[in-house]
């Protein structure tokens, strides 16, 4: 079974978290990718930034559903989860706008753990990293190919 190492993509096009979100959309277009690894100026890993990211800046704003209890309204989603919507809806850089919670791997990790995650988590790009230092990453055009028999 290929490791991820075996399989990752190393030429790995990445951001920096003060390119703005217009730069992004341009890069993406540019370059023919749907995401991106934040990487800062040490090489560590920020976040991650993806097409679905700069599509929910034009989404309708989700206006909470109010439950009313006497004379008392509680709304029915976390303040927290309306505060997050709100950020990314008036994000103007990466940083502002990438989730920074990165479901990454290693390089010793197997292809099919690596395609269990992407499957779980509903991720379409996975980072390779040795600490936080990014290695490489894996799509699902990585996982499709090693898949398929040698020689094709």
């Excluded at 490791?3 to 990752?8: E, G, K, Q």
């Excluded at 890993?45 to 989700?62: C, F, P, S, W, Y």
Aim: some cysteine; proline content about 5%; aromatic content about 2%.
């Amino acid at each position: 079974m290929p490791l991820a190492r075996d399989i990752m993509k190393r030429d790995v096009i990445s951001v920096s978290p003060d390119m703005t979100v217009e730069e992004l959309g341009r890069l993406f277009i540019e370059k023919n990718i749907s995401g991106a690894p934040v990487v800062n100026e040490s090489g560590d890993i920020r976040g991650m930034v993806t097409e679905n990211d700069l599509v929910a800046q034009d989404k309708r704003l989700h206006i909470p559903t109010l439950l009313r209890l006497f004379d008392a309204y509680i709304a029915l989603e976390p303040p927290s989860l309306i505060k997050e919507e709100l950020r990314k809806m008036s994000a103007r850089t990466v940083d502002e706008i990438c989730t920074r919670e990165v479901i990454s791997v290693g390089g010793e990790a197997q292809m099919e753990d690596v395609a269990t995650i992407m499957t779980e988590k509903r991720v379409h790009i996975v980072p390779v990293v040795k600490g936080k230092k990014l290695l490489g990453i894996i799509g699902r055009h990585e996982i499709i190919k090693a898949a398929l028999p040698a020689g094709e």
